[in-house]
């Protein structure tokens, strides 16, 4: 990625500007703007996050906003209440008074004599979906968002909860980031002698979030309140979608575009949780100017031709090798005019055995039952449930795990076949306990056997019908269900096979049903594979290229301890443990400029022992430090989840 500091318009910087609320509090906030702006006024951009503009966020900020601001926008990204260098206490995701103060803040900046009155607001994970919560409110300064790697849904498609359980790797893993954030004080650059009584505001305030995201299991109107799908309607202002499909909020984009009925414009290319611009996996692309072409349109009036084209462009990757780590993800652009795409139809291969013998067809077969007990200490090589780029967060190959699973093969493919969109697993089905759930994989199987993961889906079968309502199982009764996997854009070469792969356990990313399960499938016509195929369309190969990518330049950073990770999976043979370690040491850095130094450990322990569900346990530890001259600040905490048969226990 090249860098660029000659933009159109001079820009200067704001390093901490008081934004005060209708309460009498103060939000912190770091402001890119034109020189000229007072005499040109110019739009104004929000980015609303917790993560600290002063030492959590400045180095990707500063690579993005002086950007806009030169390009004539008045950038400003403000610490949320309880975080950073703002006043109060953060209690929890996406609150009513999060929103109101981001109604506020909006309107605020609209009055400034540096801004034209227009403002849009814009933002990745966090930013992406407190954008589209404060759109639904309609604060009438508000023109237009833009949001990347975001969910319209808290409870079915986020760090909380998928398809009804609980997610084992990212419950109590988040919380625990957002508890040592929360547990840091303010910069006393900029809040003065009052930190330390603001630190320990928020030491005594803040509490661990885990308890209310396991006292709410269900999706009840805690998870409905900021789920944008609940009321697309409500949302009134042009809207761009971005995902990645290395990353965990992707199923969110075709939704979307589905569910609004204002301009829209999604966007799904190769990359983990991050910006396009900055890739990981390649290719990246110009997304700055991209999206300054989107912000021209809506907040300038500008006829920059976004609008006229396709609604939706999406990197279909090709084949590749299984690894845990891509640089670059080979494959192609393609776009389509809606979504619903009139280019997607529907392919089914119906489950089939006999004998020892598993297989895919598109006829079905004779309906006869497949049994499969299920593992605790299964599944752990997966991969993460989200990746951010870094070695070891792709699932490697799958052949180990799908040796434990139930598994049916397709014929090899005479011709490529494009797959674009949410694959669906239709199983008839029965266990022999009350509680259970099932995890099914889509897999690559290349001419000489390894297994590429293209997609995964679970499902808590008590939540069969309704993730609101759910319904106990009778063990021994068959069900029809429907497991609906992630969102895909996978093109599978000629000579290579689709594999379905199910199983009752799925530890790594699902907290395991308090007994040991067996699972019955049934073949036939009632059990089958339905994937979404795209055909090729001739203006695929059209399509305007993407500029390369380019940023402002990086702000000044002296590494001090160069970042090191380790990720190790042990099984012991004797007392049948699977222990999955993470070691993520993200290094120590100096901010040059400010003279802040920051330091940030994490140790993840994740334990179970097979035929025992009840003895997995969740071990986590991060210590975080904050230092400039004889100013040191330590943060340590320690989080524990365990379960039994009817509790979830977290110290």
Known sequence: MSTRADFPRPVREIENLWIPMPDGARLAARVWLPEDAEIDPVPALLEFLPYRKSDGTTLRDSMRQPYYAG????????????????????????????????????????????????????????????????????????KAILVIGFTDDRYADDVHYMGGCVITSQMLSWSSVMLAYNALPPDPRWVGERWRDMWFERLEGSPPFVEAWLTHQTRDAYWKHGSAGEDYDAIQVPVYAVGGWADSYNNSVPRLLA?????????????????????????????????????????KGVDTGIMDEPM????????????????????????????????????????????????????????????????????????????????????????????????????????????????????????????????????????????????????????????????????????????????????????????????????????????????????????????????????????????????????????????????????????????????????RSRHVGSGMETDDRLMERYTVRDGAPLSLQVHIERTLELQRDEWRIRVETLSTMTADATHFHVS
Request: hydrophobic share 35%; with cysteine.
């Open 71 to 142: 390009h004539g926008y008045a950038v400003a990204r403000v610490d949320m209440r309880g975080s950073g260098d703002s006043d109060g206490v953060l209690d929890d995701e996406y609150t009513t008074q999060e929103h109101d103060d981001a109604v506020a803040i909006i309107a605020w900046l609209a009055r400034q004599s540096w801004c034209d009155g227009n403002v849009g607001m814009m933002g990745i994970s966090w930013g992406g979906f407190n954008s589209l919560q404060v759109a639904a409110r309609r604060p009438p300064e508000l």
């Open 259 to 299: 569910g609004l009925s204002v301009p829209r414009k999604g966007l799904i290319g190769p990359w983990a949780h991050t910006f396009p611009e900055m890739g990981g996996p390649e290719p990246a692309i110009g997304f700055l100017q991209d999206s300054l072409r989107w912000w021209d349109h809506w907040l």
């Open 312 to 587: 939706l462009r999406c990197w279909i990757q090709d084949s590749v090798p299984p690894a845990t780590f891509y640089a670059e993800r080979p494959g192609r652009w393609v776009a389509d005019p809606a979504w619903p795409s009139p280019n997607v139809s529907w392919w089914s291969y119906h489950l089939h055995g006999a004998g020892p013998a598993n297989w895919l067809d598109v006829a079905p077969g004779t309906t006869l039952p497949r049994t499969i007990r299920g593992r605790e200490g299964y599944s752990f090589d997966v991969g993460q449930w989200g990746s951010y780029g870094s070695p070891g967060e792709w699932p490697g190959d799958q052949r180990a795990a799908d040796g434990e699973a139930l598994t049916f093969d397709c014929e090899p493919v005479e011709k490529p076949m494009d797959i674009l969109g949410y694959p669906e697993l239709d199983l008839s089905l029965s266990v022999d306990r009350p509680l259970a759930l099932v995890a099914a994989r889509l897999c690559d199987v290349a001419p000489d056997g390894a297994s590429t993961l293209v997609s995964w889906g679970l499902l808590n079968l008590t939540h069969r019908n309704s993730h609101e309502f759910p319904e106990p199982l009778v063990p021994g009764e068959r069900y029809q269900v429907t497991v609906r996997l992630n969102v895909t854009g996978h093109r599978l070469a000629t000579g290579h096979r689709w594999r379905v792969a199910i199983s009752p356990t799925y530890t790594r990313h699902a907290w395991p049903s308090p007994e040991p399960v067996t699972l019955t499938v049934f073949t036939g016509a009632a059990s089958r594979l339905r994937l979404p195929v795209r055909d090729p369309q001739p203006d695929d190969d059209a399509l305007r290229p993407f500029p390369s990518a380019e940023s402002s330049p990086p702000l000044a950073m002296e590494t001090l301890r160069t970042p090191a990770t380790r990720k190790s999976l042990r099984h012991d043979l004797i007392d049948g443990v699977t222990e999955y370690l993470i070691e993520d040491d993200a290094g």
